[in-house]
């Protein structure tokens, strides 16, 4: 019930301020189970990626938002409840295997999974290379994948920023089903996990028209990081001589 609360205060407000816009909403169909697979661009994915649609869509979401203290670790734990998270641990091993199992019990109950291959928002508006979680998801489950594709809400509010851009019309694009029916009873097969994964990029990277990077997203702000921090001492050490 609070999510459809949330969703009726929030979404009018959403509509009056953004002027969000969507293509093939009739897509995803109206019941049984069905995988969101999405690119992630910015925090206000979480605002307008289900805004359009009929039906709750249940996302995997990192453990950290339910884990804050004080009023601001209340209020997401609030926020992220009301709009259907899941908390996960991204900390690999037996925390993905638990993650995987999550995403099945509600896929299992005839609900709409929301999903983001590349395990965390692109630091520079690129599509990154997807982890293979969704393909394990999609061949386990043996349900349809619909791209989901976020647009301008990474000009609008990319990471870092607290509060998003006025001007900017976001918006989502429901690409059709994929099917991987001919891969069914291959879920243990890296290699057939990495291409089914793969097509599921490529799908997003048509519909949202963004580049794609073939490394993940979490190795390159690392590398953002680093480079940011060696720059600034190569301009400290200027300085000083």
């Known amino acids: 019930m609070f999510y459809w609360v ?5 979404a009018p407000i959403l509509h009056l301020v953004f002027r969000p816009w969507a293509e093939g909403v009739d897509n995803v169909p109206r019941e049984g189970p069905v995988i969101l697979a999405g690119n992630h661009l910015s925090f ?25 203290t004080g009023l601001k670790g209340l209020l997401s734990r609030l926020f992220f409840s009301g709009v259907g998270t899941v908390p996960i641990d991204r900390s690999g091993g037996k925390a993905s295997e638990a993650a995987l199992r999550t995403g099945l019990r509600v896929l299992r109950a005839g609900d709409v999974l929301g999903i983001y291959p590349e395990g965390t928002r692109s630091p ?30 990474f000009e609008m509010m990319p990471p870092g920023r607290p509060l998003p851009k006025l001007g ?4 989502v694009r429901f690409g059709k089903p994929l099917d991987f029916s001919r891969f069914y009873g291959m879920e243990d097969d890296r290699l057939v996990l990495r291409a089914v994964t793969d097509e599921i990029m490529y799908a997003l990277m048509e519909l ?34």
């Open 208 to 241: 949202a028209e963004q580049e794609y990077v073939d490394k993940y997203a979490a190795s390159a702000k690392i590398e953002m990081v680093k480079a940011a921090r060696e720059a600034k001492a190569a301009e400290q050490g200027r300085a000083a001589s």
């Open 168 to 171: 900017i019309r976001p918006g």
């Open 44 to 68: 206000a994915d979480h605002f307008f990626g289900a805004l359009f649609l009929p039906r709750k869509v249940i996302s995997l979401g990192k453990a950290e938002y339910f884990t804050g």
């Open 124 to 153: 520079d508006g690129r599509l990154y290379k997807g982890k293979t979680g969704v393909a394990r998801l999609a061949l386990e489950s043996r349900v349809p994948v619909i791209p989901w594709a976020m647009v301008n809400t």
């Open 6 to 10: 949330v969703k009726a205060i929030l």
